[in-house]
């Protein structure tokens, strides 16, 4: 590690590991040279190599793609891909170590201004921050500069819920039973458990249990034209099973062996999400809900019997209880209903609005 004057009177700093030549910049002052060499001999006693961190961007996707590809879900590989066609070029070209807070909040501005959906963007930060912390991981660069910063908020309308209640849920089953009782039966047990489709599909008979309490243990999920792998977020949870729903899947799951799948057509098949819409004329009978919002449903009636929100996040399987509480805001909030009352309520003697109006 060296400070040299140059012949023009600057500072060329060296930095050196043992014997091998590991960089060198110049600087105006002596002062920037020293900091320069201290920044990086500190990087490199901590496993950081400054060299490391000089390719190209481009050239050390491709090697963590190639990891990815024996590692991951096809689906998440396939989203992974995309970092090719999203990253900027320009990003693209500089040396890794380069690539700090305000070049990941451009190329997310950029992505935006180009049209890209605000949740095409997120799923792309998503990557892109799993790139970088495999890049810490492996000692390429010190510091994942995408965990800093967050996608602006785009003027896309959000994609609302739109649950069932209790009794509509009901009534919708009615309606559903009239053109295939099996169907309709699989159904309104989504809208009790909050599967998930690609959960649903892959639920075998030996993740039904009945002791201590009954339940589904939700351990796979097999989305359509993909392998069975594992729940979103990769972990198990199990679902308890109402009254309301116990006898359906015991009738399901009498006479199967363990591993045949719970959920299945009359004739034993998987299901498919087109058949299913089809036959049960979804488009009319769904109100213009998703089959996704059965899982709503299943959460909102959770709250409204007054399951605590910390057990609703756990059946759900959601890892941040943020999420949980968009069905608290959705349903209402104690302090909501609270207002309500009082809006509600006579004004008593101290008298109010109501007063005002009556011209006291």
Same mark, same amino acid.
């Given at each position: 590690?060296?400070?040299?004057?140059?012949?023009?009177?600057?500072?060329?700093?060296?930095?050196?590991n043992g014997r091998?030549?590991?960089?060198?910049?110049?600087? %105006?002052?002596?002062?920037?040279?020293?900091?320069?060499?201290?920044?990086?001999?500190?990087?490199? %006693?901590?496993?950081?190599?400054?060299?490391?961190?000089?390719?190209?961007?481009?050239?050390?996707?491709?090697?963590?793609?190639?990891?990815?590809?024996?590692?991951?879900?096809?689906?998440?590989?396939?989203?992974?891909?995309?970092?090719?066609?999203?990253?900027?070029?320009?990003?693209?070209?500089?040396?890794?170590?380069?690539?700090?807070?305000?070049?990941?909040?451009?190329?997310?501005?950029?992505?935006?201004?180009?049209?890209?959906?605000?949740?095409?963007?997120?799923?792309?930060?998503?990557?892109?921050?799993?790139?970088?912390?495999?890049?810490?991981?492996?000692?390429?660069?010190?510091?994942?500069? *995408?965990?800093?910063?967050?996608?602006?908020?785009?003027?896309?309308?959000?994609?609302?819920?739109?649950?069932?209640?209790? %009794?509509?849920?009901?009534?919708?089953?009615?309606?559903?039973?009239?053109?295939?009782?099996?169907?309709?039966?699989?159904?309104?047990?989504?809208?009790?458990?909050?599967?998930?489709?690609?959960?649903?599909?892959?639920?075998?008979?030996?993740?039904? *249990?009945?002791?201590?309490?009954?339940?589904?243990?939700?351990?796979?999920?097999?989305?359509?034209?993909?392998?069975?792998?594992?729940?979103?977020?990769?972990?198990?949870?199990?679902?308890?099973?109402?009254?309301?729903?116990?006898?359906?899947?015991?009738?399901?799951?009498?006479?199967?062996?363990?591993?045949?799948?719970?959920?299945?057509?009359?004739?034993?098949?998987?299901?498919?999400?087109?058949?299913? *819409?089809? *036959?049960l004329s979804w488009?009319?009978?769904?109100?213009?809900?998703?089959?996704?919002?059965?899982?709503?449903?299943?959460?909102?009636?959770?709250?409204?019997?007054?399951?605590?929100?910390?057990?609703?996040?756990?059946?759900c399987g959601h890892?941040?209880?943020?999420?949980?509480?968009?069905?608290?805001?959705?349903?209402?909030?104690?302090?909501?209903?609270?207002?309500?009352?009082?809006?509600?309520?006579?004004?008593?003697?101290?008298?109010?609005?109501?007063?005002?109006?009556?011209?006291?």
């Amino acid at each position: 590690m060296s400070i040299t004057k140059t012949a023009t009177g600057r500072f060329r700093a060296q930095l050196k590991n043992g014997r091998q030549f590991v960089g060198s910049r110049t600087f %105006d002052t002596k002062t920037e040279a020293k900091n320069w060499l201290n920044r990086e001999r500190a990087a490199l %006693d901590g496993g950081v190599d400054p060299r490391a961190g000089k390719e190209r961007l481009r050239l050390v996707l491709d090697r963590w793609l190639a990891v990815r590809k024996i590692t991951v879900a096809k689906k998440t590989y396939t989203a992974d891909l995309d970092l090719r066609r999203l990253i900027p070029t320009s990003m693209q070209n500089v040396h890794l170590s380069a690539v700090s807070e305000r070049e990941v909040a451009r190329s997310f501005e950029v992505l935006l201004a180009g049209g890209l959906a605000d949740s095409s963007v997120v799923r792309y930060r998503a990557s892109l921050s799993v790139f970088f912390a495999w890049c810490v991981r492996e000692r390429l660069v010190g510091k994942n500069p *995408v965990t800093g910063v967050k996608v602006p908020k785009g003027s896309d309308e959000l994609t609302e819920m739109d649950p069932f209640t209790e %009794d509509g849920l009901e009534a919708a089953y009615l309606v559903w039973r009239m053109k295939d009782e099996r169907l309709a039966d699989i159904l309104l047990v989504m809208g009790w458990t909050g599967l998930r489709w690609g959960e649903m599909r892959a639920m075998q008979v030996a993740n039904f *249990v009945e002791v201590p309490t009954p339940g589904l243990m939700v351990r796979r999920s097999q989305p359509e034209g993909s392998p069975v792998k594992a729940t979103k977020g990769r972990s198990m949870r199990r679902v308890p099973l109402a009254d309301r729903v116990l006898s359906i899947v015991q009738g399901l799951a009498d006479g199967r062996a363990p591993h045949d799948l719970l959920f299945t057509s009359d004739g034993g098949s998987q299901l498919w999400r087109t058949a299913t *819409v089809r *036959v049960l004329s979804w488009e009319k009978t769904g109100q213009g809900r998703r089959l996704h919002d059965l899982r709503h449903t299943a959460a909102c009636l959770w709250l409204s019997r007054s399951v605590a929100p910390g057990t609703v996040q756990a059946w759900c399987g959601h890892e941040s209880i943020a999420t949980t509480n968009r069905y608290l805001h959705f349903l209402g909030t104690d302090a909501d209903k609270a207002g309500l009352n009082r809006l509600n309520n006579d004004p008593g003697s101290a008298g109010g609005a109501r007063d005002a109006r009556n011209g006291a």
